[in-house]
Protein backbone atom coordinates (compact mmCIF):
# COMPACT_ATOMS: atom_id res chain seq x y z
CA UNK A 1 0.00 0.00 0.00
CA UNK A 2 1.35 3.67 -0.75
CA UNK A 3 -1.15 5.61 0.83
CA UNK A 4 -0.09 8.43 2.97
CA UNK A 5 0.09 8.36 6.66
CA UNK A 6 -2.00 10.15 8.89
CA UNK A 7 0.11 12.19 10.04
CA UNK A 8 -1.95 14.90 12.35
CA UNK A 9 -5.13 15.46 13.67
CA UNK A 10 -6.39 19.25 12.67
CA UNK A 11 -9.33 18.67 10.83
CA UNK A 12 -8.44 22.01 9.12
CA UNK A 13 -5.20 19.75 7.82
CA UNK A 14 -7.64 17.11 7.05
CA UNK A 15 -10.09 18.49 5.49
CA UNK A 16 -7.20 19.27 2.62
CA UNK A 17 -6.66 16.17 1.68
CA UNK A 18 -8.10 14.53 -1.20
CA UNK A 19 -9.81 11.42 -0.81
CA UNK A 20 -12.35 9.38 -3.28
CA UNK A 21 -16.19 9.55 -2.28
CA UNK A 22 -16.40 5.87 -1.97
CA UNK A 23 -19.35 5.17 -3.79
CA UNK A 24 -17.56 2.38 -5.44
CA UNK A 25 -14.11 -0.01 -4.27
CA UNK A 26 -12.46 -0.35 -6.49
CA UNK A 27 -13.26 3.28 -7.10
CA UNK A 28 -13.78 3.97 -10.77
CA UNK A 29 -10.03 5.29 -11.39
CA UNK A 30 -9.18 1.36 -11.32
CA UNK A 31 -11.54 0.46 -13.85
CA UNK A 32 -9.84 -1.16 -17.01
CA UNK A 33 -11.01 -2.36 -20.31
CA UNK A 34 -10.24 -5.64 -19.22
CA UNK A 35 -13.82 -5.94 -18.48
CA UNK A 36 -15.47 -5.92 -22.17
CA UNK A 37 -19.15 -6.20 -23.53
CA UNK A 38 -18.01 -10.30 -23.13
CA UNK A 39 -17.53 -10.49 -19.75
CA UNK A 40 -20.18 -8.41 -18.76
CA UNK A 41 -22.85 -10.40 -20.67
CA UNK A 42 -21.74 -13.32 -19.23
CA UNK A 43 -21.57 -11.95 -15.86
CA UNK A 44 -26.04 -10.65 -16.63
CA UNK A 45 -26.36 -14.02 -18.00
CA UNK A 46 -25.00 -15.38 -14.20
CA UNK A 47 -27.41 -12.57 -12.60
CA UNK A 48 -30.45 -14.03 -14.62
CA UNK A 49 -30.01 -17.68 -13.39
CA UNK A 50 -29.66 -16.30 -9.62
CA UNK A 51 -32.92 -15.85 -7.98
CA UNK A 52 -32.13 -12.89 -5.82
CA UNK A 53 -33.57 -9.81 -7.17
CA UNK A 54 -32.07 -7.32 -8.82
CA UNK A 55 -32.11 -3.02 -9.14
CA UNK A 56 -32.03 -1.11 -12.43
CA UNK A 57 -30.39 2.54 -12.82
CA UNK A 58 -31.04 4.01 -15.98
CA UNK A 59 -28.81 7.11 -16.74
CA UNK A 60 -30.29 10.08 -18.85
CA UNK A 61 -27.70 12.78 -19.52
CA UNK A 62 -29.77 15.35 -20.74
CA UNK A 63 -30.15 18.93 -19.02
CA UNK A 64 -31.84 22.61 -20.52
CA UNK A 65 -28.88 24.20 -19.46
CA UNK A 66 -25.54 22.89 -17.45
CA UNK A 67 -25.35 24.72 -13.96
CA UNK A 68 -21.61 25.93 -13.19
CA UNK A 69 -20.65 23.16 -10.33
CA UNK A 70 -22.38 20.46 -12.32
CA UNK A 71 -20.00 17.49 -11.98
CA UNK A 72 -22.79 14.97 -13.37
CA UNK A 73 -22.28 13.24 -16.99
CA UNK A 74 -24.31 15.31 -18.78
CA UNK A 75 -24.94 17.23 -21.72
CA UNK A 76 -27.26 20.58 -22.85
CA UNK A 77 -30.17 19.89 -25.23
CA UNK A 78 -32.80 22.88 -25.37
CA UNK A 79 -35.05 20.13 -28.04
CA UNK A 80 -36.25 17.15 -27.53
CA UNK A 81 -34.89 15.52 -30.86
CA UNK A 82 -32.07 14.35 -29.14
CA UNK A 83 -33.58 12.94 -25.85
CA UNK A 84 -36.54 11.27 -27.90
CA UNK A 85 -33.50 9.69 -30.11
CA UNK A 86 -31.84 8.50 -26.55
CA UNK A 87 -34.95 7.12 -25.27
CA UNK A 88 -35.02 4.55 -28.10
CA UNK A 89 -31.59 3.30 -27.70
CA UNK A 90 -32.49 2.77 -24.05
CA UNK A 91 -35.35 0.32 -25.20
CA UNK A 92 -33.02 -1.77 -27.18
CA UNK A 93 -30.88 -1.60 -24.38
CA UNK A 94 -33.18 -3.41 -22.27
CA UNK A 95 -33.91 -5.56 -24.89
CA UNK A 96 -30.62 -6.57 -25.22
CA UNK A 97 -30.23 -6.80 -21.27
CA UNK A 98 -33.35 -8.54 -21.05
CA UNK A 99 -32.23 -11.15 -23.68
CA UNK A 100 -29.28 -12.47 -21.46
CA UNK A 101 -30.95 -12.16 -17.77
CA UNK A 102 -34.26 -13.23 -18.96
CA UNK A 103 -37.45 -12.24 -17.18
CA UNK A 104 -35.23 -11.33 -13.90
CA UNK A 105 -37.24 -9.83 -9.95
CA UNK A 106 -36.59 -6.27 -9.89
CA UNK A 107 -36.90 -4.64 -6.56
CA UNK A 108 -35.72 -1.41 -7.08
CA UNK A 109 -35.50 1.11 -10.56
CA UNK A 110 -33.48 4.28 -10.34
CA UNK A 111 -33.60 7.05 -13.19
CA UNK A 112 -30.79 9.75 -12.97
CA UNK A 113 -28.61 11.87 -14.57
CA UNK A 114 -28.63 14.46 -15.62
CA UNK A 115 -32.56 15.40 -15.94
CA UNK A 116 -34.51 12.33 -16.65
CA UNK A 117 -37.97 14.59 -16.14
CA UNK A 118 -36.88 16.07 -19.88
CA UNK A 119 -37.97 12.49 -21.23
CA UNK A 120 -41.28 13.57 -22.76
CA UNK A 121 -44.05 11.42 -21.12
CA UNK A 122 -44.86 9.41 -24.09
CA UNK A 123 -40.68 8.44 -24.27
CA UNK A 124 -40.68 7.66 -20.16
CA UNK A 125 -44.07 5.74 -20.48
CA UNK A 126 -42.69 3.41 -23.00
CA UNK A 127 -39.24 2.67 -21.51
CA UNK A 128 -41.42 2.03 -17.88
CA UNK A 129 -43.36 -0.15 -20.04
CA UNK A 130 -40.86 -1.97 -21.31
CA UNK A 131 -38.90 -2.70 -18.25
CA UNK A 132 -42.26 -4.41 -16.72
CA UNK A 133 -42.86 -6.33 -20.24
CA UNK A 134 -39.23 -7.66 -20.05
CA UNK A 135 -38.89 -7.97 -15.95
CA UNK A 136 -40.38 -8.81 -13.47
CA UNK A 137 -41.25 -6.04 -11.40
CA UNK A 138 -42.37 -6.59 -7.66
CA UNK A 139 -45.30 -5.01 -6.76
CA UNK A 140 -43.42 -3.23 -3.82
CA UNK A 141 -40.79 -1.87 -6.10
CA UNK A 142 -39.04 1.32 -5.10
CA UNK A 143 -39.38 3.55 -8.35
CA UNK A 144 -36.73 6.57 -7.82
CA UNK A 145 -36.08 9.33 -10.38
CA UNK A 146 -34.05 12.34 -9.88
CA UNK A 147 -36.00 15.65 -11.31
CA UNK A 148 -34.82 19.15 -11.67
CA UNK A 149 -37.28 21.61 -9.81
CA UNK A 150 -37.64 23.90 -12.68
CA UNK A 151 -39.36 21.01 -15.17
CA UNK A 152 -42.23 19.53 -13.35
CA UNK A 153 -45.52 20.14 -13.90
CA UNK A 154 -48.71 18.73 -11.78
CA UNK A 155 -49.20 17.11 -15.07
CA UNK A 156 -46.30 15.86 -15.13
CA UNK A 157 -46.04 14.62 -11.37
CA UNK A 158 -49.52 12.95 -12.27
CA UNK A 159 -47.67 10.91 -15.21
CA UNK A 160 -44.73 9.98 -12.83
CA UNK A 161 -46.91 8.39 -10.67
CA UNK A 162 -49.64 6.92 -12.84
CA UNK A 163 -46.20 4.95 -14.20
CA UNK A 164 -45.10 3.71 -10.46
CA UNK A 165 -42.83 6.44 -9.87
CA UNK A 166 -43.18 6.11 -5.71
CA UNK A 167 -39.88 8.00 -4.40
CA UNK A 168 -38.54 11.59 -6.06
CA UNK A 169 -34.79 13.62 -5.62
CA UNK A 170 -34.93 17.26 -6.26
CA UNK A 171 -32.06 19.54 -6.57
CA UNK A 172 -32.43 22.14 -4.51
CA UNK A 173 -28.92 23.10 -4.10
CA UNK A 174 -29.08 26.76 -2.37
CA UNK A 175 -31.46 28.95 -2.49
CA UNK A 176 -30.01 32.32 -2.05
CA UNK A 177 -29.70 34.53 -4.82
CA UNK A 178 -26.76 35.45 -4.62
CA UNK A 179 -25.28 32.06 -4.58
CA UNK A 180 -27.44 30.76 -7.46
CA UNK A 181 -25.97 34.01 -9.70
CA UNK A 182 -22.83 32.57 -8.96
CA UNK A 183 -23.85 29.01 -9.82
CA UNK A 184 -25.48 29.41 -12.68
CA UNK A 185 -28.71 28.04 -11.44
CA UNK A 186 -31.57 30.56 -11.01
CA UNK A 187 -34.71 28.78 -8.82
CA UNK A 188 -36.39 30.41 -6.55
CA UNK A 189 -38.03 28.96 -3.08
CA UNK A 190 -41.17 29.36 -4.64
CA UNK A 191 -39.98 27.15 -7.54
CA UNK A 192 -39.06 24.25 -5.09
CA UNK A 193 -42.35 24.50 -3.17
CA UNK A 194 -44.32 24.22 -6.20
CA UNK A 195 -42.54 21.00 -7.57
CA UNK A 196 -42.91 19.77 -3.84
CA UNK A 197 -46.76 20.72 -3.72
CA UNK A 198 -46.72 18.53 -7.61
CA UNK A 199 -45.35 15.70 -6.28
CA UNK A 200 -47.70 15.25 -3.13
CA UNK A 201 -50.76 16.53 -4.92
CA UNK A 202 -50.25 13.45 -7.43
CA UNK A 203 -49.63 11.28 -4.58
CA UNK A 204 -45.56 11.49 -4.44
CA UNK A 205 -44.93 11.92 -0.55
CA UNK A 206 -41.27 10.07 -0.58
CA UNK A 207 -39.07 13.16 -1.68
CA UNK A 208 -35.44 13.91 -1.04
CA UNK A 209 -33.95 17.79 -1.52
CA UNK A 210 -30.01 17.89 -2.99
CA UNK A 211 -28.70 20.77 -0.73
CA UNK A 212 -25.06 21.78 -1.17
CA UNK A 213 -22.13 23.23 0.56
CA UNK A 214 -18.85 24.71 -0.16
CA UNK A 215 -20.53 26.86 -3.18
CA UNK A 216 -19.18 30.37 -4.21
CA UNK A 217 -20.78 33.09 -1.96
CA UNK A 218 -22.46 30.91 0.76
CA UNK A 219 -22.28 32.05 4.52
CA UNK A 220 -22.87 30.84 7.34
CA UNK A 221 -26.26 33.11 7.50
CA UNK A 222 -27.16 32.41 3.95
CA UNK A 223 -26.66 28.47 4.53
CA UNK A 224 -28.76 28.47 7.09
CA UNK A 225 -31.27 30.18 5.85
CA UNK A 226 -31.34 27.64 3.12
CA UNK A 227 -31.28 24.70 5.41
CA UNK A 228 -34.27 26.38 7.35
CA UNK A 229 -36.23 26.86 4.36
CA UNK A 230 -35.36 23.44 2.63
CA UNK A 231 -35.76 21.53 6.11
CA UNK A 232 -39.28 23.83 6.40
CA UNK A 233 -41.20 22.15 3.68
CA UNK A 234 -40.41 18.78 5.92
CA UNK A 235 -39.35 16.50 2.39
CA UNK A 236 -38.50 12.98 3.48
CA UNK A 237 -34.90 12.95 3.14
CA UNK A 238 -31.99 15.63 2.55
CA UNK A 239 -28.91 14.83 1.17
CA UNK A 240 -25.62 17.19 2.04
CA UNK A 241 -23.48 16.92 -0.22
CA UNK A 242 -19.85 19.13 -0.44
CA UNK A 243 -19.50 21.07 -3.54
CA UNK A 244 -16.77 18.74 -5.33
CA UNK A 245 -14.72 21.24 -7.65
CA UNK A 246 -12.73 19.20 -10.26
CA UNK A 247 -12.68 22.10 -12.91
CA UNK A 248 -9.50 19.53 -14.55
CA UNK A 249 -12.26 17.23 -15.11
CA UNK A 250 -15.40 19.29 -15.58
CA UNK A 251 -14.59 22.71 -17.58
CA UNK A 252 -17.88 23.81 -16.80
CA UNK A 253 -17.09 24.64 -13.36
CA UNK A 254 -14.21 26.86 -14.67
CA UNK A 255 -17.13 29.37 -14.93
CA UNK A 256 -16.55 29.72 -10.87
CA UNK A 257 -14.58 32.30 -9.54
CA UNK A 258 -12.36 30.09 -7.55
CA UNK A 259 -11.31 33.54 -5.32
CA UNK A 260 -14.86 33.35 -4.33
CA UNK A 261 -14.95 29.44 -2.94
CA UNK A 262 -15.14 29.61 0.87
CA UNK A 263 -11.38 27.52 2.39
CA UNK A 264 -11.83 24.59 3.66
CA UNK A 265 -12.29 26.14 7.13
CA UNK A 266 -15.12 27.64 5.69
CA UNK A 267 -16.23 24.29 4.52
CA UNK A 268 -16.39 22.70 7.61
CA UNK A 269 -18.29 25.44 9.22
CA UNK A 270 -20.81 25.83 6.35
CA UNK A 271 -21.40 22.13 7.25
CA UNK A 272 -21.85 22.30 10.42
CA UNK A 273 -24.49 24.95 10.13
CA UNK A 274 -26.07 23.41 7.44
CA UNK A 275 -26.23 20.29 10.16
CA UNK A 276 -27.24 21.44 13.13
CA UNK A 277 -30.23 23.56 11.44
CA UNK A 278 -31.37 20.28 9.21
CA UNK A 279 -31.07 18.44 13.15
CA UNK A 280 -32.80 21.07 14.58
CA UNK A 281 -35.81 20.00 12.00
CA UNK A 282 -35.71 16.27 13.92
CA UNK A 283 -34.03 14.89 11.17
CA UNK A 284 -31.72 11.81 11.85
CA UNK A 285 -27.99 12.01 10.27
CA UNK A 286 -27.87 9.07 7.90
CA UNK A 287 -24.15 8.13 7.04
CA UNK A 288 -21.28 10.69 5.81
CA UNK A 289 -24.40 13.45 4.06
CA UNK A 290 -27.77 12.28 4.23
CA UNK A 291 -30.69 13.29 6.46
CA UNK A 292 -34.10 11.07 7.03
CA UNK A 293 -37.19 11.57 8.92
CA UNK A 294 -36.83 9.45 11.95
CA UNK A 295 -40.28 7.34 10.64
CA UNK A 296 -37.85 6.58 6.99
CA UNK A 297 -36.83 3.70 5.92
CA UNK A 298 -33.04 5.21 5.71
CA UNK A 299 -33.21 5.74 9.41
CA UNK A 300 -34.93 2.45 10.18
CA UNK A 301 -32.21 0.60 7.98
CA UNK A 302 -29.16 2.65 9.87
CA UNK A 303 -30.20 1.52 13.03
CA UNK A 304 -30.39 -1.98 11.99
CA UNK A 305 -26.58 -1.96 10.74
CA UNK A 306 -28.19 -2.69 6.80
CA UNK A 307 -27.60 0.73 5.44
CA UNK A 308 -26.12 0.09 1.95
CA UNK A 309 -24.08 2.97 0.45
CA UNK A 310 -24.03 2.89 -3.54
CA UNK A 311 -23.67 4.91 -6.87
CA UNK A 312 -26.90 6.88 -6.36
CA UNK A 313 -25.76 7.46 -2.41
CA UNK A 314 -26.97 5.79 0.67
CA UNK A 315 -30.09 3.29 -0.06
CA UNK A 316 -31.98 0.17 1.20
CA UNK A 317 -31.04 -1.72 -1.85
CA UNK A 318 -29.87 -4.46 -0.61
CA UNK A 319 -29.55 -6.26 -3.76
CA UNK A 320 -26.04 -7.70 -5.38
CA UNK A 321 -27.14 -7.14 -8.93
CA UNK A 322 -27.52 -3.23 -9.99
CA UNK A 323 -27.82 -3.15 -13.79
CA UNK A 324 -26.89 0.34 -14.91
CA UNK A 325 -28.66 1.33 -18.80
CA UNK A 326 -27.77 4.50 -20.49
CA UNK A 327 -24.44 6.29 -21.15
CA UNK A 328 -21.73 6.38 -18.65
CA UNK A 329 -23.59 3.95 -16.40
CA UNK A 330 -22.14 1.95 -13.95
CA UNK A 331 -23.80 -1.79 -12.98
CA UNK A 332 -22.55 -4.52 -10.21
CA UNK A 333 -22.60 -8.06 -10.19
CA UNK A 334 -21.12 -9.99 -7.11
CA UNK A 335 -18.32 -11.01 -10.52
CA UNK A 336 -17.63 -6.73 -10.29
CA UNK A 337 -18.43 -3.34 -11.93
CA UNK A 338 -19.05 -2.55 -15.55
CA UNK A 339 -19.66 0.50 -16.72
CA UNK A 340 -21.09 1.75 -20.08
CA UNK A 341 -19.13 4.13 -23.13
CA UNK A 342 -19.22 7.19 -21.17
CA UNK A 343 -20.06 9.20 -24.17
CA UNK A 344 -23.52 9.12 -26.09
CA UNK A 345 -22.62 8.25 -29.61
CA UNK A 346 -20.32 5.68 -28.44
CA UNK A 347 -22.75 3.95 -26.39
CA UNK A 348 -25.27 4.27 -29.33
CA UNK A 349 -22.73 2.83 -31.63
CA UNK A 350 -22.55 -0.21 -29.65
CA UNK A 351 -26.37 -0.68 -28.44
CA UNK A 352 -27.30 -0.40 -32.17
CA UNK A 353 -24.94 -3.01 -33.07
CA UNK A 354 -26.86 -5.26 -31.14
CA UNK A 355 -24.04 -5.41 -28.48
CA UNK A 356 -23.46 -4.35 -25.06
CA UNK A 357 -21.73 -0.89 -24.60
CA UNK A 358 -19.47 -1.96 -21.56
CA UNK A 359 -16.61 0.17 -21.92
CA UNK A 360 -14.75 -0.61 -18.72
CA UNK A 361 -14.89 -2.38 -15.44
CA UNK A 362 -13.25 -3.99 -12.31
CA UNK A 363 -13.73 -7.48 -12.04
CA UNK A 364 -13.33 -8.40 -8.25
CA UNK A 365 -10.36 -10.04 -6.99
CA UNK A 366 -8.12 -10.73 -3.74
CA UNK A 367 -8.90 -8.74 -1.21
CA UNK A 368 -11.71 -6.23 -3.15
CA UNK A 369 -14.61 -7.86 -1.77
CA UNK A 370 -13.68 -7.64 1.74
CA UNK A 371 -12.06 -4.37 2.00
CA UNK A 372 -15.27 -2.74 0.06
CA UNK A 373 -17.73 -3.94 2.51
CA UNK A 374 -15.47 -2.57 5.48
CA UNK A 375 -15.57 0.77 3.34
CA UNK A 376 -19.10 0.71 3.30
CA UNK A 377 -19.89 -0.08 6.90
CA UNK A 378 -17.32 3.11 7.65
CA UNK A 379 -19.06 5.31 5.63
CA UNK A 380 -22.28 3.95 6.57
CA UNK A 381 -22.53 2.74 10.17
CA UNK A 382 -18.95 4.49 11.22
CA UNK A 383 -18.27 1.46 12.71
CA UNK A 384 -16.58 -2.35 11.86
CA UNK A 385 -15.68 -5.76 12.77
CA UNK A 386 -12.44 -6.52 10.53
CA UNK A 387 -12.38 -10.22 12.24
CA UNK A 388 -15.78 -10.34 10.74
CA UNK A 389 -15.59 -9.27 7.79
CA UNK A 390 -12.24 -10.81 7.12
CA UNK A 391 -14.18 -14.56 8.50
CA UNK A 392 -16.25 -14.10 6.28
CA UNK A 393 -13.98 -14.13 3.21
CA UNK A 394 -11.67 -16.50 4.58
CA UNK A 395 -8.71 -14.14 5.23
CA UNK A 396 -6.61 -13.39 8.16
CA UNK A 397 -7.62 -10.52 10.09
CA UNK A 398 -3.76 -9.50 10.42
CA UNK A 399 -4.84 -8.23 6.89
CA UNK A 400 -5.86 -5.48 7.86
CA UNK A 401 -2.73 -4.40 10.59
CA UNK A 402 -1.44 -2.03 8.11
CA UNK A 403 -4.58 -0.23 7.80
CA UNK A 404 -4.91 0.24 11.77
CA UNK A 405 -1.16 1.55 12.00
CA UNK A 406 -2.31 4.11 9.48
CA UNK A 407 -5.21 5.28 11.73
CA UNK A 408 -2.80 5.19 14.81
CA UNK A 409 -2.37 9.30 15.20
CA UNK A 410 -6.64 9.33 14.71
CA UNK A 411 -6.47 6.66 17.88
CA UNK A 412 -4.19 8.58 20.10
CA UNK A 413 -6.32 11.95 19.16
CA UNK A 414 -9.57 9.78 20.43
CA UNK A 415 -11.00 10.62 17.35
CA UNK A 416 -11.32 6.81 16.32
CA UNK A 417 -11.41 4.03 18.53
CA UNK A 418 -9.80 1.02 17.90
CA UNK A 419 -11.27 -2.16 20.24
CA UNK A 420 -9.62 -5.69 19.51
CA UNK A 421 -10.58 -6.06 15.98
CA UNK A 422 -13.22 -3.00 15.79
CA UNK A 423 -13.30 0.06 14.47
CA UNK A 424 -14.96 3.16 15.38
CA UNK A 425 -15.42 6.56 14.30
CA UNK A 426 -15.89 8.41 17.81
CA UNK A 427 -15.67 12.71 16.89
CA UNK A 428 -16.46 14.77 13.84
CA UNK A 429 -17.84 11.13 11.92
CA UNK A 430 -19.21 12.90 9.20
CA UNK A 431 -15.97 14.94 8.02
CA UNK A 432 -13.52 12.06 8.38
CA UNK A 433 -14.95 8.68 7.51
CA UNK A 434 -13.73 9.21 4.23
CA UNK A 435 -10.49 9.32 5.62
CA UNK A 436 -10.73 6.45 7.65
CA UNK A 437 -12.01 4.33 5.16
CA UNK A 438 -9.04 5.53 2.80
CA UNK A 439 -6.83 3.55 5.15
CA UNK A 440 -8.09 0.41 4.42
CA UNK A 441 -7.82 1.18 0.20
CA UNK A 442 -5.34 -1.22 -0.81
CA UNK A 443 -5.45 1.14 -4.01
CA UNK A 444 -5.22 4.31 -2.76
CA UNK A 445 -2.53 6.38 -4.15
CA UNK A 446 -2.72 5.09 -7.93
CA UNK A 447 -5.62 6.70 -9.23
CA UNK A 448 -5.45 9.94 -10.07
CA UNK A 449 -6.87 13.31 -8.38
CA UNK A 450 -9.82 13.19 -5.76
CA UNK A 451 -12.02 15.98 -4.24
CA UNK A 452 -11.17 17.50 -0.81
CA UNK A 453 -12.31 15.45 2.08
CA UNK A 454 -14.77 17.64 3.53
C1 LIG B 1 -28.39 14.66 -11.41
S1 LIG B 1 -28.38 16.02 -10.30
C2 LIG B 1 -30.04 16.08 -9.64
C3 LIG B 1 -31.21 16.25 -10.61
C4 LIG B 1 -31.28 17.48 -11.49
N1 LIG B 1 -30.35 17.38 -12.57
C5 LIG B 1 -31.06 18.73 -10.72
O1 LIG B 1 -29.96 19.28 -10.76
O2 LIG B 1 -32.02 19.18 -10.09
C6 LIG B 1 -27.51 15.26 -8.98
C7 LIG B 1 -27.05 16.08 -7.79
O3 LIG B 1 -25.63 16.03 -7.69
C8 LIG B 1 -25.18 17.12 -6.93
N2 LIG B 1 -23.97 17.65 -7.57
C9 LIG B 1 -23.84 18.01 -8.85
N3 LIG B 1 -22.58 18.46 -9.07
C10 LIG B 1 -21.91 18.34 -7.91
C11 LIG B 1 -20.58 18.63 -7.50
N4 LIG B 1 -19.68 19.14 -8.34
N5 LIG B 1 -20.23 18.39 -6.21
C12 LIG B 1 -21.13 17.86 -5.34
N6 LIG B 1 -22.40 17.57 -5.66
C13 LIG B 1 -22.79 17.82 -6.94
C14 LIG B 1 -26.29 18.14 -6.89
O4 LIG B 1 -26.72 18.30 -5.55
C15 LIG B 1 -27.36 17.54 -7.78
O5 LIG B 1 -28.64 17.78 -7.27
S1 LIG C 1 -26.95 19.91 -11.47
FE1 LIG C 1 -28.62 18.81 -12.45
S2 LIG C 1 -29.58 20.35 -13.85
FE2 LIG C 1 -27.60 21.16 -13.26
S3 LIG C 1 -26.27 20.51 -14.96
FE3 LIG C 1 -26.06 19.00 -13.29
S4 LIG C 1 -27.47 17.39 -13.78
FE4 LIG C 1 -28.05 19.19 -15.02
Redesign the pocket.
Known amino acids: MNAPVISSVSLSELARRTVPRYTSYPTAPHFSTRVDAGVHAAWLMRAGRRADAVSLYLHVPF?RSI?H????T?KASLKDGPILAYAETLRREIALVAELTGPVEVSHIHW??????LLPPAAFEAIVEDLHRRFRIRDDVEHAI?????HVTRMDARRLMAAGVTRA?????DLDPGVQAAIG?IQPLEVVEAALAALRIAGIHDVNF???Y?LPGQTRETIRHTAMNAAGLAPSRI?L??????PWF?PN?SLIDEASLPDADARIELARVARETIDAFGYEPIGIDHFARPDDPLTAARDAGTLRRNFQGYTTDAAATLIGFGASSIGRTPEGFAQNAPDTAGWRRAIEAGQLATVRGKAFEGEDLMRGEVIEALLSVFTVDLSAAAARHGADPATFSEGLDRLAPLVEAGWVAVDGWTVRIERQPTEIARLVASAFDAYLGTGGRH?VAV
Open positions: CCYCGCTGGGTPNELDPRSLGVQRDLMGAFGYAHVKQS
